[in-house]
């Protein structure tokens, strides 16, 4: 029997190591060399067939195939993970001076000793260490605070620069350490993409560097075109002297030879480094890398400086927490200073206005730049900027252009602050300001054109209603056209309106197109009741409030009949969010608006996932870590047999359900409140469980 069904295996086997073979290749042309050896088309069908033999044959799947790559784990909390070598930080300095001074306290330190110095980039992204063990990555660390960090390996596994499994000769053992970034293109479209999806876009390349490796679902993760750039090798030696000499060869003798060496493993190691003799060297590397930065296709925001020699590091020592052997020069950022012309303003789907400065265009940072964010009145005002004044703009890391300041160089006598409106640009009402926020907005909710369009694309988003037919364009035309005026008018247009629209403007709707809008919007109705509240863009619901409150109040007449206390009541629901979501509903033109939405067929409920009702009627307060759910997991759980989760604890709460490590504040309102403190346990006994 076993012999049979070896034998059977045995061309799945050899399958199998075939296209992993392949692939790999394919895969290290092309991230590595930019060369395609094949056709996308032709790449996805092996990538296809051997993610289906592996599925198939589950056993058969090697650890470091390029299936892995794909994603598809799930990671609820990351691990911290304690770093075999802490990951040290560097000194660093913004002038130039320091660097001859650093330079020349190495030379005196080591004497008649001959060394030279390694110059490279400072990437600008998230650090994070590889263990490799016999040439296959095994565990990917976050830098953390150098001692601790978060493992993420199955994230970082979806990273194609990071070799799974080594090339030719390598060390058994030993750490990679690089810089996880984000390419400047990729970042620009993964943001637009969010925008358009109704998520927040990323402040900058390092910040989504970071949270896409903090991704709890590494297919997503996958999606994100993250690079490692590698630019240490840990040995388990370097710590002692004498190791080091007897289990290395020459080539990691030196930084510079640990890199190539790297390299030919099969790691992504930029080719812009040098090894340098002297200070005039390392300046000159400075000089070019500040100007040449801006040619990158990721952000870079200095140059390390290290010795070369392995060898020497262990004679000059560390200091507190960074090592005498290494510096980093920081570029300061570019700044440059230009006219202000005038400001304009822009208003949000919430109304928000945004006044946004228009200067003399000027050159800074490898692109020109005419516009930049004044954020607010409060900025305005915090800056003091006044009329006929240049502004000083600034470009960090960051690709947005920063208003820092007013170069006051170019300040006029008595000049005038700049005016502020009153008035909205766009529809004329009189702009409020609500206590403690920074700027205004325009209260004409139902009849200023930019919020009511931006809501319509709002609602028609994917993560909302998803009507994928209708993009910004089709919407303003609509709403021009007075054919639609607020989203559920979108659910009685006629064919016969959609046809030949957009004729003016040359891509007229022909048939096909109307049906295809009409059958998109119709298939809409099927979107559950959570993503229904979510897309009516009440100000400060989001994705998730939605859910909580769609969850919470199960259907939208209990949610509409809800007090501010009931709404503040719910999980992830602040008051603020209460207080906007009980006067949204307090107008009769919203309510008029729901009705008609749920005549058309909208779910205003939630589709009953309910497994019993025996918690009808309890509300619950979960806390602590569970040993059997995670705590999404035991919220549902709860909700699915009937009961209610709240967030903070109030006489109105029947249970509090207490896992490991539940907070003192709540164990001790509990107490007050003598509300019942239960376990886990105790839960599974009560909805009669296991
Ligand atoms: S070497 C002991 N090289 O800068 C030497 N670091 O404070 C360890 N970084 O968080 C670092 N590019 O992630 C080194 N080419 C480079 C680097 C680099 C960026 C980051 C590193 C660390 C920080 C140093």
């Not at 870079?300 to 262990?314: A, C, H, P, S, Y």
């Not at 992830?572 to 058309?600: I, S």
Request: aromatic share 8%; hydrophobic share 35%.
């Amino acid at each position: 029997m076993d012999l049979f069904s070896s034998i059977d295996l045995e061309p799945s086997r050899q399958r199998i190591e075939e296209l992993t073979r392949l692939i790999d290749k394919y895969n290290y042309e092309y991230y590595m060399n930019d060369t395609s050896l094949v056709s996308d088309f032709e790449f996805d069908a092996l990538l296809r067939e051997l993610i289906d033999l592996e599925h198939q044959y589950p056993e058969l799947a090697l650890p470091t195939s390029p299936t892995r790559r794909v994603g598809g784990t799930i990671n609820k909390n990351f691990r911290q993970v304690t770093h075999r070598f802490p990951m040290l930080s560097l000194g660093n300095t913004y002038s130039i001076e320091e660097i001859e001074e650093f330079e020349s306290r190495t030379r005196k330190l080591l004497g008649d000793t001959k060394f030279t110095y390694t110059c490279e980039l400072k990437y600008d992204g998230v650090a994070i260490g590889l263990t490799y063990k016999h040439g296959v990555l095994t565990q990917a660390v976050t830098r953390g605070n150098g001692t601790v960090g978060d493992e993420i390996t199955d994230n970082a596994r979806t990273i194609p620069t990071i070799p799974l499994k080594l090339q030719g000769s390598y060390p058994d053992d030993f750490e990679a350490r690089g810089e996880v970034v984000y390419p400047f293109d990729a970042f620009e479209t993964m943001n637009k993409q969010r925008e358009a999806e109704g998520d927040e876009p990323f402040a900058n390349p390092r910040n989504a560097a970071s949270g896409s490796l903090k991704l709890q679902d590494s297919r997503e993760c996958a999606k994100r075109k993250l690079q490692f750039c590698m630019y240490f090798m840990m040995l388990p030696g370097d710590n002692s002297i004498q190791q080091l000499n007897n289990s290395t060869t020459q080539q990691y003798n030196t930084h510079f030879g640990r890199l190539e060496a790297a390299k030919q493993m099969g790691f992504k190691v930029q080719p812009y480094i040098k090894e340098c003799a002297d200070i005039n060297e390392i300046k000159a590397f400075i000089d070019y890398w500040d100007k040449e930065r801006w040619n990158l296709p990721f952000g870079i925001d200095g140059i390390v400086i290290k010795v070369n020699q392995v060898e020497l590091w262990q004679q000059l020592g560390l200091t507190a927490k960074s090592p005498r052997w290494a510096i980093a020069y920081k570029f300061k950022a570019e700044r440059v200073s230009t006219p202000l012309e005038d400001i304009s303003f822009q208003v949000g789907r919430t109304g928000i206005v945004t006044p946004v400065a228009n200067m003399a265009p000027v050159w800074l940072g490898g692109t020109t730049v005419r516009r930049a964010t004044l954020n607010n009145a409060d900025f305005i005002e915090k800056m003091d900027i006044r009329e006929g004044d240049w502004l000083l703009i600034e470009k960090g890391g960051e690709i947005i252009p920063k208003v820092v300041g007013v170069d006051m160089e170019h300040r006029i006598a008595n000049a005038k602050p700049v005016s502020y409106l009153a008035k909205c640009p766009e529809c004329g009402t009189p702009l409020v300001r609500t206590e403690g926020e920074a700027g205004f907005y325009c209260p004409n909710v139902d009849g200023c054109p930019p919020q009511i369009i931006g809501r319509l694309e709002h609602f028609v988003a994917r993560k909302a209603m998803n009507i994928d037919s209708l993009g910004s364009e089709r919407l303003s035309m609509l709403y021009n056209k007075g054919l639609v005026r607020n989203v559920a008018d979108l659910y009685y247009l006629r064919r016969e309106q959609l046809i030949g629209l957009g004729v003016e403007e040359g891509a007229s709707i022909q048939e096909k197109g109307a049906e295809n809008i009409l059958s998109a919007i119709r298939k809409s109705c099927e979107v559950p009741f959570e993503r229904v509240l979510f897309a009516l863009g009440i100000r400060y619901v989001g994705e998730v409030g939605a859910k909580k409150l769609a969850r919470f109040f199960k259907n939208i007449d209990a949610l509409m009949a809800a007090t501010v206390e009931e709404l503040a009541h719910v999980e992830d629901v602040g008051e603020k969010t209460a207080v906007t979501v009980f006067d949204y509903f307090v107008v009769p033109e919203h309510r008029q608006l729901v009705e008609r939405l749920r005549a058309a067929g909208l779910q205003m409920q939630v589709h009953d996932t309910s497994v019993s009702s025996v918690l009808e009627g309890k509300t619950f307060v979960v806390s602590g870590i569970f040993s059997r759910f995670s705590r999404e997991e035991i919220k549902t759980h709860i909700e699915q047999h009937g009961g209610k989760v709240s967030s903070s604890i109030s006489s109105k709460t029947d249970y509090v359900l207490a896992g490991e490590k539940m907070g003192p504040e709540k164990l001790k309102k509990a107490e007050k409140l003598n509300v019942p403190i239960i376990s886990e346990e105790d839960y599974l006994v009560m909805v009669g469980g296991k």
